[in-house]
């Protein structure tokens, strides 16, 4: 199982990044895909999930109306798309499967400045 991340950057407060994730080693349109996040300092955290259709979506609160996760099953990835962001959102981003133990792939840095 293999996760690799890319999309991330240097935006200003208040810009837009979509991030991507491609997946492979696992039938990926079977299982529930999440992005995480881990700023310095602090624990990595969950910051949305989405279910094997697409079709249910779950948010943590801070994120609720500015991210939005989707996924396409065609081409194992899944995405997250970031607006209005903060110098909060800093933090470098993973995708995974819930539960599932894998390791986790090199991430992408998200860098939001004041």
């Known amino acids: 199982v293999q996760f690799v991340e890319s999309g991330g950057g240097l935006v200003q407060f208040g810009g837009s990044l979509r991030l991507s994730c491609a997946a492979f080693g696992f039938t990926f349109s079977i299982y529930h895909m999440s992005w995480y996040r881990q700023a310095p300092g602090k624990e990595r955290e969950w910051v949305a999930g989405?279910?094997?259709?697409?079709?249910?979506?779950t948010y943590t609160d801070s994120v609720k109306g500015r991210f939005t996760i989707s996924r396409d099953n065609a081409k194992n990835t899944v995405y997250l798309q970031m607006n209005s962001l903060k110098p909060e959102d800093t933090a470098v981003y993973y995708c995974g499967r819930a539960g599932a133990g894998d390791s986790w792939g090199q991430g992408t840095q998200v860098t939001v400045s004041s």
């Open positions: 989405i279910n094997s259709a697409g079709r249910s979506m």
